[in-house]
């Protein structure tokens, strides 16, 4: 079946230690996405890429890196410059084709990042 | 600016219909989605809207108005399975396609 995969779904990081959150997808999308989630919050835009070797900033995007070297992969960077890392970290893929396509994304998991 | 309003709760009793509202003030507003999430889980795409009007999708519909800046999910005959959050977000015209989501409204279904 096709889907997103995030690994790992839960993780903890010790104060000033970077780590890498895995999405991969399988569902041919253009377009993928990373979103993070506090509690009883809305999903707030991190980064986004519309084609490989090719990403945007989003709303929130200090303290956090990405790359898109394949169009399968969309990996996060939580780098210890993000003062406040513990949430609920969502990635997504669509087709894009313009505005249109944004509205359908495809979520995986999640993971859960802990900051000790 | 880009911003969407939705109440933060909503409770209803099983079998009935509720609207969750969401109204958005965005520049270059294209279209609104609308997305489930059950507590610890995945949101999952509900419907679209890009133009004004009603589209329905078995118990679920969607609204859209240009015009009010508005638009709602309709939900009937409610199940308890219905109890999630509930979030509207928006989508803009020109350069790369993102979503903006609102901040959600948590749906409580009652025997």
């Known amino acids: 079946d096709g889907g997103i995969t995030q690994s790992p779904k839960y993780l903890f990081r010790k104060e000033g230690q970077n780590v890498t959150l895995s999405c991969e997808q399988n569902l041919n999308h253009d377009a993928m996405y990373w979103y993070r989630q506090d509690p009883g919050q809305g999903l707030r835009l991190i980064y986004y890429?519309?084609?490989?070797?090719?990403?945007q900033k989003g709303d929130i995007a200090e303290g956090y890196s990405v790359s898109r070297e394949k169009k399968e992969s969309f990996p996060l960077t939580v780098t210890s410059a993000q003062k406040n890392p513990t949430a609920f970290y969502l990635c997504?893929?669509?087709?894009?084709?313009?505005?249109?396509?944004?509205?359908?994304?495809?979520f995986g998991a999640g993971s859960r990042l802990t900051v000790l | 600016g880009q911003s969407l309003e939705q109440p933060s709760e909503v409770t209803a009793v099983e079998g009935a219909i509720v609207q969750i509202n969401c109204t958005y003030q965005t520049s270059g507003f294209y279209g609104l989605s609308w997305y489930q999430q059950h507590d610890g889980g995945a949101p999952t795409f509900l419907s679209y809207?890009?133009?004004?009007g009603l589209e329905e999708t078995g118990r679920f519909s969607s609204f859209l108005s240009r015009s009010d800046s508005y638009g709602y999910l309709l939900l009937q005959e409610l199940q308890m399975k219905d109890s999630a959050s509930y979030f509207c977000?928006?989508?803009?015209?020109?350069?790369?396609?993102?979503?903006?989501f609102g901040a959600g409204t948590r749906l409580a279904v009652h025997p």
């Open positions: 997504a893929s669509s087709i894009a084709k313009g505005a249109s396509g944004a509205n359908v994304l495809t």
């Open positions: 809207n890009a133009l004004d």
């Open positions: 977000a928006a989508s803009f015209s020109g350069g790369y396609n993102k979503l903006i």
């Open positions: 890429s519309q084609i490989v070797n090719d990403f």
